[in-house]
């Protein structure tokens, strides 16, 4: 929060789950200022925007699944989309802006967006391939690379994944 958008976390509200009160953890909170509540076990309506949060995210990521036909053994790919997308749409609670928009100050663009199960055809050439490959191959579009500025795609007959931005749609 510090270096990225010059503010500072004043209070963390956990549900005190192990990975929440581990004593490195409580030493970066107490070094920081930073107060960190905890809800009372087996109460998650404490932690109610974080769990409607948390359940919309769910829902969206298997409703991507359920509709491209993908198996659930691909819920990462499904939900990190699924956020990606929600981050990018206007929504009432923040005056018809996105939470892209609150944060970065600007629209975000929706031309990279693309139909979350789709066919496409990346070009394989960077991954190593001998000349004598064909230069693509039918692959299913997966979602956003998060460390790239890319798409992330699954082929199936060789159950590899590729990250590239030199892409054909297929969104038909």
């Known amino acids: ?38 809800s009372c076990p ?4 404490q932690n109610g925007l974080a769990e409607r949060r948390h359940r919309h995210n769910i829902e969206i990521g298997l409703t991507l699944l359920s509709h491209a036909s993908i198996p659930i053994k691909f819920w990462t790919a499904a939900f990190c989309t699924a956020v990606f997308l929600i981050n990018r749409l ?10 892209h928009e ?11 967006l693309r139909v979350f ?18 230069k693509s191959t039918r692959c299913v579009f997966l979602g956003y690379s998060t460390n790239h500025k890319g798409y992330l795609c699954l082929e199936p007959q060789t159950h590899r994944f590729y990250i590239s931005r030199h892409v ?4 038909l």
Do not use: W
Not at 168 to 171: A, D, Q, T, V
């Open 102 to 112: 609150v944060v970065f100050g600007s629209a975000p663009t929706c031309d990279s």
């Open 1 to 38: 929060m510090e270096t990225q958008f010059d503010t500072h976390v004043k209070i963390f509200q956990s549900n005190g789950g192990g990975e929440f009160v581990n004593q490195s953890l409580q030493n970066l909170f107490k070094t920081n200022g930073i107060i960190h509540r905890i």
């Open 168 to 171: 054909k749609f297929n969104e």
């Open 90 to 99: 206007p929504t009432l609670v923040l005056g018809y802006k996105s939470p």
């Open 42 to 45: 087996g109460t998650p309506e």
């Open 117 to 134: 199960g789709c066919s496409y055809y990346p070009l394989l050439a960077p991954f190593g391939r001998s000349k004598l490959d064909f």
